[in-house]
């Protein structure tokens, strides 16, 4: 299905008001199994909107437009619908009657404005919005539906979910499923490049997200059978296993820390910046601090005596020293990252350390093979 969204507003064209509409509708529409094709923003001035809507339309089977349904004059988008598509807009004196009832009910007037969000393109299906005033409404124009919705967030998520999505299920009758795994220490395009020409089922494509330090990975079925989804899984795993390290809903972190089973763990660290206490904070039994200066030296970190210790020392010359201290055994390295953001390193660094927890943990060297940092040296003590 060839989906495309379309933003307007003058705000969000100049940056005043970040589009957040469209980039919780993408990730929204991914889980459910479908993918954005394009995104558009547009102004609040008719012609660009006009032009927008039709261009959207001639290659889209589905159109979602979000914003300008509003009662004041820069509010364009049900008139430039009405002109895009040669639909004259009509009164809808159902929606009006429900206008009137809202504000009478909240002891208000109701302005002659707000009669404009009643007027919508001849032959549209109202889109019910049961927290506020602005309808939406959806057009067919040849093989293609456009949904339109107000820009308002909470009203255009209420309306997606219970009035946009049911019709996309119904209508296309096709079944979509969808598998998540997380990847740390290989790039996107390595992993693209392995998983492009593999044979997948019919019907199942792979999708890719980088969430700095992880690569999400997804496997997205239209129509396909079980048996599609494990062959494809498969598939997936034998190019990926060395640097799985997480699949499914919950983030690869309280996956790892739940394995623990409630032993202590003690967190202590100086190049991460914090990173590391950030994934573990939700743990129960955690202890962590954060300090300025630790030692460089891998030999030179200290551990608790007891339950698990993670360290990610100071960096020095470009090195940083991590530690893994568990059930009476050292786990030394020092690791190099070169990595142009300051932020990225530091989640690089601390998800490596907790690496080394998830790979003890499984049977494996604590040492993982990684391309997006270089292993200096390291040592069990």
Same mark, same amino acid.
């Given at each position: /299905?060839?989906?495309?969204?379309?933003?307007?507003? %003058?705000?969000?064209?100049?940056?005043?008001?970040?589009?957040? *509409?469209?980039?919780?509708?993408?990730?929204? &529409? @991914?889980?459910? $199994?479908?993918?954005?094709?394009?995104?558009?923003?547009?102004?609040?001035? /008719?012609?660009?909107?006009?032009?927008?809507?039709?261009?959207?339309?001639?290659?889209?089977?589905?159109?979602?437009?979000?914003?300008?349904?509003?009662?004041?004059?820069?509010? &364009?988008?049900?008139?430039?619908?009405?002109?895009?598509?040669?639909?004259?807009?009509?009164?809808?004196?159902?929606?009006?009657? *429900?206008?009137?009832?809202?504000?009478?009910?909240? $002891?208000?007037?109701?302005?002659?404005?707000?009669?404009?969000? =009643?007027?919508?393109?001849?032959?549209?299906? @109202?889109?019910?919005?049961?927290?506020?005033?602005?309808?939406?409404?959806?057009?067919?124009?040849?093989?293609?539906?456009?949904?339109?919705?107000? $820009?308002?967030?909470?009203?255009?998520?209420? /309306?997606?979910?219970?009035?946009? @999505?049911?019709?996309?299920? %119904?209508?296309?009758?096709?079944?979509?499923?969808?598998?998540?795994?997380?990847?740390?220490?290989?790039?996107?395009?390595? #992993?693209?490049?392995?998983?492009?020409?593999?044979?997948?089922?019919?019907?199942?494509?792979?999708?890719?997200?980088?969430?700095?330090? &992880?690569?999400?990975?997804?496997?997205?079925?239209?129509?396909?059978? %079980?048996?599609?989804?494990?062959?494809?899984?498969?598939? #997936?795993?034998?190019?990926?296993?060395?640097?799985?390290?997480?699949? $499914?809903?919950?983030?690869?972190?309280?996956?790892? @820390?739940?394995?623990? =089973?409630?032993?202590?763990? !003690?967190?202590?660290?100086? =190049?991460?910046?914090?990173?590391?206490?950030?994934?573990?904070?939700? !743990?129960?039994?955690?202890?962590?601090?954060?300090?300025?200066?630790?030692?460089?030296?891998?030999?030179?970190?200290?551990?608790?005596?007891?339950?698990?210790?993670?360290?990610?020392?100071?960096?020095?010359?470009?090195?940083?020293?991590?530690?893994?201290?568990? *059930?009476?055994?050292?786990?030394?390295?020092?690791?190099?990252?070169?990595?142009?953001?300051?932020?990225?390193?530091?989640?690089? #660094?601390?998800?490596? =350390?907790?690496?080394?927890?998830?790979?003890?943990?499984?049977?494996?060297?604590?040492?993982?093979? !990684?391309?997006?940092?270089?292993?200096?040296?390291?040592?069990?003590?």
């Amino acid at each position: /299905m060839h989906i495309e969204v379309i933003s307007t507003g %003058d705000e969000i064209v100049t940056g005043l008001v970040v589009d957040t *509409n469209a980039a919780w509708l993408s990730a929204l &529409l @991914l889980e459910r $199994g479908w993918q954005v094709r394009r995104r558009h923003t547009v102004g609040d001035e /008719m012609n660009d909107l006009i032009a927008v809507l039709s261009d959207a339309a001639s290659r889209s089977d589905v159109v979602i437009v979000c914003g300008g349904l509003g009662p004041t004059t820069d509010d &364009l988008t049900a008139e430039a619908a009405a002109r895009a598509f040669a639909a004259p807009l009509e009164l809808r004196s159902d929606w009006l009657e *429900n206008i009137r009832e809202r504000f009478a009910r909240r $002891g208000r007037p109701m302005s002659a404005s707000n009669e404009k969000q =009643a007027w919508l393109p001849r032959g549209s299906v @109202l889109l019910d919005n049961p927290v506020g005033t602005a309808c939406g409404f959806m057009v067919t124009q040849a093989a293609c539906r456009l949904f339109f919705t107000p $820009g308002v967030p909470f009203e255009f998520r209420q /309306m997606v979910e219970e009035q946009i @999505l049911p019709r996309l299920q %119904d209508d296309s009758g096709i079944q979509t499923r969808l598998r998540r795994f997380y990847t740390f220490g290989l790039p996107e395009s390595t #992993l693209g490049d392995r998983l492009s020409s593999l044979p997948w089922p019919q019907g199942i494509v792979v999708g890719y997200r980088s969430s700095m330090p &992880l690569i999400e990975l997804k496997l997205i079925g239209h129509g396909v059978t %079980d048996a599609d989804m494990e062959q494809a899984e498969a598939l #997936l795993l034998e190019q990926v296993q060395e640097v799985l390290v997480g699949c $499914g809903d919950t983030p690869p972190w309280q996956s790892i @820390l739940s394995r623990l =089973a409630g032993t202590p763990l !003690y967190v202590q660290e100086c =190049a991460s910046g914090g990173a590391l206490q950030r994934l573990c904070r939700d !743990y129960p039994q955690l202890t962590a601090r954060f300090e300025s200066q630790l030692p460089a030296e891998p030999g030179a970190l200290q551990a608790e005596s007891c339950g698990v210790t993670l360290v990610v020392g100071a960096e020095q010359d470009d090195a940083v020293a991590l530690l893994l201290h568990i *059930n009476g055994q050292r786990f030394e390295q020092k690791v190099q990252v070169r990595h142009p953001d300051r932020a990225s390193r530091e989640r690089i #660094l601390a998800f490596c =350390a907790l690496d080394m927890l998830r790979r003890h943990l499984d049977g494996l060297s604590p040492f993982g093979e !990684y391309q997006t940092l270089r292993r200096l040296e390291s040592r069990l003590r």
